[in-house]
């Protein structure tokens, strides 16, 4: 089983990253959480969740432990899958979404793309007395102005996670007209989620 990757990033984009060790590159899929904190990195060690499947071999990457620990509980739950995990840790950061769930918050899960009345039901009885065991670290992004290219790699972004081109460009509509100036393209992306 992987437990981490240490190497050269050599690619970065808000869905996955590729790094590269003794000259073998692996795909990892990331949360926008751990794109926010990689995004700038050129060597780094990211930590690993290795699903096997029989069609596929999956590794899911993160920057901090409790945000590894949060998607090992999330995939536990019954009909939660590795990328419902993924989209709501991208939706959401880990102590948002302990708090979420220790307030028994089912509105604020339904709000998240794939999660119906009762996955968010079903995720809130099953981890409410596991989350409070995650320790949550701070982190915040580096401010980008909003222009085109910042848009146009958020729209890549939610497109890659399979939302249509229509529903993207409304989401994002509404996200430019609530929101300040020079924010980061993940924040973009974790605000049009909200609308999606």
């Known amino acids: 089983m992987i437990t ?10 808000p869905t996955h990253a590729v790094v590269e060790c003794q000259g073998v590159g692996y795909q990892v899929f990331i949360s926008l959480q751990t794109y926010d904190l990689i995004q700038s ?6 930590l690993v969740h290795q ?7 999956q590794l899911y990457g993160f920057a901090e432990e409790s945000e590894r620990e ?11 899958g ?15 979404l302990q708090h979420t769930i220790l307030r028994e918050d089912v509105a604020s899960l339904k709000r998240i ?23 949550p670290s701070d982190f915040s992004g580096t401010a980008a102005q909003i222009d085109a290219p910042v848009r146009q790699e958020a729209t890549l972004a939610l497109l890659a996670l399979g939302f249509t081109r229509a529903t993207i460009e409304k989401a994002l509509d509404r996200v430019s007209k609530e929101s300040p100036g020079n924010e980061p393209v993940e924040t973009w992306i974790r605000k049009a989620l909200n609308f999606l």
Do not use: N, P, Y
Request: glycine share 10%.
């Open 4 to 13: 981490h990757l240490q190497g050269s990033i050599v690619e970065i984009t």
């Open 41 to 46: 990195w050129k060597q780094g060690k990211l």
């Open 51 to 57: 699903i096997i499947r029989e069609d596929a071999h």
């Open 70 to 80: 949060m998607f090992r509980l999330l995939i536990g739950v019954s009909g939660v």
């Open 82 to 96: 590795a990328a419902t995990a993924r989209m709501i840790l991208s939706a959401s950061s880990v102590a948002d």
């Open 113 to 135: 793309k794939g999660i119906g009345a009762r996955s968010a039901e079903r995720i809130i009885v099953d981890l409410k007395d596991k989350v409070g065991k995650v320790v």
